[in-house]
């Protein structure tokens, strides 16, 4: 597969089109000045039973859930934060008491490429520099807002001198910020400056150099006519750049900003240069038209409402955030999305993070940010390449940190990199499991979508490679069963035979390898091997506290990581069955959250839905709010040592897990939901099987429920709906059903067909609206 582009290498227009059309940046034509928002699309004319959104819908929930600024943000965690996947801007107050706005710019391209050094400074992510905005007076106060609607920042700033009332962008499609400021009068004088940053790895501040290792050189800035570029020579060669250029028309000046990288080859600067000279002849309101179309398409793929005025603003910023983080054909979302701000980690974490990032795009329906499978199917051969010369055969296996490419360039003494290890030895570290987890992902985006390609060209044939790896370690016991040699549990810091970290991850990669080449219809010789591997590998270890990290390695100190509970939650391999299963996973997941000092955000995201698992609105609820109190910052993002993007994106799943799971071939709507959530709203919600669900809850009981089938998958759903119900297509008619047993019912759909599930005789409205919150709750940002 070809390397994915960057959107700033795409073609830009020239001034004839965007005279002509507006632009054609973002692909969407702009006709008498105004760009249509296709209305959705309208059910076919004998469907009687589908839900109606008005446009208002949308628009009543986003609005309400826009940041505002009332008070200047003084850090990354407290400002706007604006991207399209490459390009990501910040914005706060320039530290050390400066009378200056900073606009960070940053590219998740732009990295190192000293693979000497390990990923974690010779392939790490390189800051790329920051804006300032300087007015001519004191700055007294402010008053902003991001609109998520549009993906833009609208306010004002007020000086000692006056005004500055500005509008600021980063289009959807192309590497490029857009910042438009008219001042009063005292403000005209305003100025802009550019701060490149040090070329060298974040972590520099944390830890130690590795020996050999240096910064690159300081960047250069050009003069390219009307134009200014800061040209950033890499010591491995290559190069990025920073183009800018600032235009006015009557009372206002706008800033154009592009960055681009290029590696091994210089050509960064000419496309910089192009992106800039040809957005620079369209004013802002043109180029941000196609920019609103793709974002108000976007959200309206899906619609969740819920009472809690707080968290269904908070619900809505992630799919924001993501949006703005992740692109399918976009690097890989590192720690801190697109955005790099000081960082020990600046690059990709494969033992949490990524998994984490990505698990929202399923339910909420946006299966186009999935650049998790886009890059596993590309970077295919150094997955083969990341394990040890002896397996590479066979086996695969991802390191815990790699590069934009998936390069981790080795594991060193000083820490500059973490490989994949082996079963047995230490060092490396022997962190085998996360090619199978990452996998996991790439599995649910297939069980969503039903797409056979995917599991055929993609899932099939890498998750045979990274059991493969395992089967080398494998060896029969005295009591007969399969054991793992010691191996290493994310992040617990002791290695364990027989840990549960690699059991729960081969045991789930050995039924879906079976389960897989049953639904493809492949004889494969390994299959003898994976069922003997399902009949005899050894019990996950527990003790009197639940499960332990591996074989004579308890769980006995506080551990943020939910590492050694896979199966519970997201494998969903141990989910209560029994009574004797439910009290196990009660008690593992007690024990785990009982140890305060490690704790994390994402701590109390795993143990919601794990809580959800169970049926505990109240529970999942309860952790949640933890995570809101202790952790989220004022913009809903999230730290530990430094910014990391992936528990709020979490926190967005834990809320899907609480309104439907779809685990284990059965549609379960609202299945954990707490008592003050009398109300509730989902629309076109994405479940395993490929269905799309839309139900609506109403003084505390399920109204109704419809689901279309786009896959033709067997259909399982637990409606919820007391009493007698009647099922019906979407002409009205009556479906027939059985009872599947524990509160479910099988509907047989075909591809493309509808049931609605409602109490018997009842005729429901089946309009979509949001439902008005239980209480007041004040805005995101730093509302006054």
């Known amino acids: 597969m070809a390397t994915a582009p960057d959107p700033s290498t795409a073609p830009d227009p020239s001034r004839r089109t965007v005279l002509a059309t507006g632009t054609a940046i973002g692909g969407a034509l702009v006709v008498g000045g105004a760009a249509a928002v296709p209305a959705q699309a309208a059910p076919a004319p004998e469907d009687t039973t589908a839900p109606t959104v008005h446009t208002d819908s949308w628009r009543t929930v986003l609005d309400d859930a826009d940041l505002v600024w009332q008070m200047m943000p003084k850090t990354w965690y407290e400002g706007p934060y604006l991207g399209n996947g490459y390009l990501g801007t910040g914005i706060y107050a320039e530290p050390g008491g400066k ?49 998520l609607r549009g993906a833009e920042l609208t306010g004002s700033l007020t000086t000692t001198a006056g005004t500055l009332r500005l509008r600021v962008f980063v289009h959807t499609t192309t590497s490029l910020l857009t910042v438009e400021i008219t001042p009063s009068e005292g403000e005209k004088n305003f100025r ?38 800061a040209v950033q020579p890499l010591l491995a060669g290559g190069r990025h750049v920073t183009a800018w250029q600032e235009r006015v028309r009557r009372e206002t000046r706008t800033l154009y900003v592009s960055v681009a990288h290029s590696f091994p080859r210089t050509t960064a600067l000419d496309r910089a240069l192009r992106t800039v000279r040809d957005a620079s002849s369209a004013p802002y309101d043109v180029l941000a038209l196609p920019h609103r179309v793709w974002w108000e398409r976007f959200y309206r793929k899906s619609f969740l409402s819920l009472p809690d005025a707080r968290l269904q ?7 924001y955030k993501t949006a703005s983080a992740a692109r399918r054909d976009a690097p890989v979302m590192a720690t801190c999305g697109p955005w790099l701000e000081s960082t020990p980690w600046p690059n990709t974490w494969w033992n949490l993070n990524v998994q984490l990032e990505y698990w929202l795009i399923h339910g909420s329906n946006h299966l186009e940010l999935d650049a998790v499978s886009r890059a596993l199917g590309e970077f ?15 086996s695969a296996g991802i390191p815990r940190t790699t590069d934009t ?20 030895q230490n060092p490396p570290t022997p962190e085998v499991g996360n090619l199978t987890w990452a996998l996991h992902n790439v599995w649910l985006s297939y069980r969503h979508t039903m797409e ?6 993609l899932l099939f044939p890498l998750l045979r490679k990274t059991v493969n790896y395992y089967l080398h370690f494998l060896t029969p016991g005295p009591d007969g069963k399969l054991h793992l040699p010691p191996t290493f549990s994310p992040e617990y810091g002791v290695d364990a035979p027989d840990c549960n970290y690699d059991l729960m991850l081969l045991r789930w990669g050995c039924r879906t390898l079976i389960d897989s080449a049953a639904e493809l219809g492949i004889s494969d010789p390994l299959t003898a091997r994976w069922q003997e591997i399902l009949a005899k590998l050894v019990p996950y270890p527990v003790d009197a506290n639940g499960y332990m990290i591996g074989a004579g390695v308890p769980f006995a100190k506080s551990h943020r990581h939910y590492s050694h509970l896979l199966a ?48 505990k609105g109240q529970d999942a609820l309860k952790y949640l709010g933890e995570l809101m109190t202790r952790f989220i910052q004022a913009n809903t993002m999230y730290k530990e040592s430094g910014p990391v993007i992936e528990t709020p994106l979490s926190a967005a799943q834990s809320l899907h897990d609480m309104v439907c799971q779809s685990w284990g071939e059965v549609i379960r709507v609202f299945p954990a939901l707490p008592d003050a959530w009398r109300e509730l709203v989902v629309h076109d919600f994405r479940t395993q099987g490929a269905f799309l669900l839309s139900a609506v809850r109403e003084a505390g009981r399920t109204r109704w429920v419809r689901l279309t089938s786009e896959a033709g998958a067997p259909c399982a759903v637990r409606h919820g709906i007391a009493g007698p119900i009647e099922v019906r297509d979407g002409r009205g008619r009556r479906l027939r059903w059985e009872d599947a047993g524990d509160g479910a019912i099988r509907i047989p759909l075909g591809k493309g067909e509808s049931a609605l599930i409602t109490a018997r005789g009842d005729r429901p409205d089946l309009r979509i609206r949001p439902v008005p919150p239980n209480a007041p709750a004040p805005a995101w940002g730093l509302p006054a």
Request: aromatic share 10%.
């Open 99 to 147: 009378n200056a706005v900073r606009f960070n710019v940053q590219h998740s391209e732009v990295q190192d490429h000293r693979p000497e050094f390990g990923s974690l400074f010779g392939l790490a992510r390189l800051p790329v520099g920051h804006f300032t905005l300087e007015p001519v007076g004191t700055i007294t106060g402010l008053d902003w807002r991001l609109r």
């Open 192 to 229: 802009w400056v550019f701060h490149p940053a040090d070329a060298i790895s974040p972590r520099a501040a944390f830890k130690p150099l590795p020996d050999g290792y240096t910064g690159n050189p300081p960047a250069v800035v050009e003069q390219h006519g009307e134009l200014t570029a």
């Open 313 to 319: 603003r908070f619900y809505w910023i992630q799919l």
């Open 380 to 394: 295919r051969a150094q997955l083969t390449a990341e394990v040890a010369g002896p397996y590479r055969g066979d």
């Open 405 to 424: 490419r998936l390069v981790n360039g080795g594991a060193t003494p000083s820490g500059n990199g973490y490989g994949v290890g082996i079963p047995g």
């Open 452 to 457: 056979e390609s995917l599991l055929r060209d």
């Open 568 to 615: 519970v939650y997201p494998l969903y391999e141990i989910t209560g069955r029994t009574p004797e299963e439910r009290a196990l996973i009660e008690k593992s997941l007690s024990h785990w959250v009982s140890f305060e000092g490690a704790l994390q955000g994402y701590t109390f995201t795993g143990a919601a839905s794990m809580s959800a698992l169970l049926g």
